[in-house]
């Protein structure tokens, strides 16, 4: 299970809305990929299909899928959404990262 925060739903379904995504039939698609400064790093992009493998789930009105791969590493995951001012955008609070680098975006098991 992948949680949304209240501040990540506002956002996603602004952003989905800005790129022509419909928030109530559309998909986030979030996923793990080899790199960053810790080894691997996260994705998140807007998807209105779903693949044979993919594990699909709805937390606080926002549709995601997950590839099986990725959803290994993001069990438990929350995603928020971070408007301060050391900057802006989505963070991953995920459990199961051992070691995260400075920004955030990449982590390590």
Not at 8 to 27: H, I, N, P, Q, R
């Amino acid at each position: 299970m992948i949680k949304v925060s209240e501040t990540a739903k506002l956002k996603v379904v602004s952003l989905m809305a800005e790129e022509g995504f419909d928030a109530t039939t559309d998909y986030v698609r979030v996923g793990v990929k080899s790199g960053g400064c810790s080894g691997l790093s996260y994705e998140l992009k807007f998807d209105k299909s779903v693949e044979e493998t993919d594990k699909i789930f709805e937390d606080n009105a926002v549709r995601i899928i997950v590839d099986k791969k990725s959803f290994l590493y993001l069990v438990g995951t929350t995603l928020e959404y971070s408007g301060g001012l050391n900057g802006k955008g989505f963070v991953f609070n995920n459990p199961n990262a051992q070691r995260t680098c400075g920004c955030g975006e990449s982590f390590s098991l």
